[in-house]
Nanobody, 123 residues
């Protein structure tokens, strides 16, 4: 069973930056598909970013140009650099992973999930 642990959340003012990290436990095979989701109070969970091997990324329209997903050198860590944060970015952020997405990026397609890290942006 793969375990994911997020860190890096916190409270910042509008316009500020945070970098989230997601570290996986040791795996037999390399994880090739990671994602960041977020869920604000009273709202459904939404996908924020996808990272796939080959450094392929996808972003929600609401974060394009502000958020960047990247993998660490050790292949067991995914980062989410968040710049120019806005109050509407306030949410619990979850890391998710699966060995291969195969073109499917919905919540159900990710087999491993972290517990989440809270991001709060004040105006």
């Amino acid at each position: 069973q793969v375990q994911l642990v997020e860190s890096g959340g916190g409270s910042v003012q509008s316009g500020g930056s945070l970098r989230l990290s997601c570290v996986s436990s040791r795996t037999t095979y390399r994880i090739n598909c990671w994602a960041w989701f977020r869920q604000a109070p009273g709202k459904e969970r939404e996908r924020v970013a996808i990272w796939e091997s080959g450094d392929r990324t996808q972003y929600a329209d609401s974060v394009k140009g502000r958020f960047t997903a990247s993998q660490g050198d050790a292949y067991d860590t995914l980062y989410l650099q968040m710049n120019n944060l806005k109050p509407e970015d306030t949410a619990m952020y979850f890391c998710a992973a699966t060995y291969s997405c195969g073109g499917y990026y919905e919540e159900v397609d990710f087999h491993y999930w972290g517990q989440g890290t809270q991001v709060t942006v004040s105006s």
